[in-house]
Every structure is written in structure tokens, then in C-alpha cells.
């Protein structure tokens, strides 16, 4: 399966990405020019491994009929000195009303998002340069 995403640049700092039917808007904050009117690039790549998982648990829950009300998800992550990220930890914030006997299985859940999996076994990335015909449409 193949999608592409195709990214425009709206003005100012802000980046926008078409994935399919959906524009996600990015900016900068103001402390690198930007306007902070969406997030960051990097904080919406770290967003999704948060949201990843969330959807993972909240299948787990909804599968087995327990109540999502009270269940939160902490992602903390660690950068080094160069700002490079070195450790993300998920945390799944339980109710006292959640069922012992799930307790591990939900970790178990979260650690099957395919964000994770991805962060665990990287697809390989390369950049490259094409110009367009002249009179081509995009």
C-alpha cells in the first residue's frame, strides 16, 4: 500500500500536508519565527506515537467493554545536548476502577501500535530532487 502526502507552504513558517482527504497544518513557534498558530513538525511526529498507542488502548478497552473514562496516556521523552531524541516512555495512567487482571495485557496492547513498532525497526528514508515540465499543473 502506497499514499502520498503532498506538503505546501502556506507562508510565514507554517507547512501544511494533504494525507488524503485531511490538511494537517504545522508552524513554528515564535522562538524560531513562526506564528505557534499549530504544532511543530516534531511535536506532531512525537504526537502520533502518543496517539498510536492511545487508539491501541482505547481498542483493547472498547473490545472487552471497559470504560475509557479515567484512562490517560503521558508521553515523556528525553533529548540529548544536539536535541536528539534518546527515550520515549509511554505511560498509561489507570483508574482504581480499571480490572487488575488487564492491567498488563493493556501495556501489551499499546506496545503493538504500528508508530512504535516503526520507531523500533525504522523504514529506510531518502530525499530527492525533481523539477516540474514547464506548464505541468501539480
Known sequence: MSMD???????????DALVGAHVVH???PVSAGGADDA?????????????????YVLGFCQARGIPTEGIE????HTEDEAHRLVRVDLEIVLPPSFPEKYRASVVRAAEGCKVKKTFVS?????????????????
Open 73 to 76: 496516556l503521558v508521553q515523556h
Open 39 to 55: 504544532p511543530a513538525p516534531f511535536d506532531l511526529f512525537l504526537a502520533s506515537l502518543a496517539t498510536c498507542a492511545g487508539i
Open 122 to 138: 525504522p523504514p529506510k528514508v531518502s530525499v530527492s530532487v525533481s523539477v516540474k515540465a514547464p506548464g505541468r499543473a501539480a
Open 5 to 15: 502526502i503532498r506538503v505546501s507552504f502556506p507562508g510565514g513558517k507554517r507547512v
Open 26 to 28: 504545522t508552524d513554528q
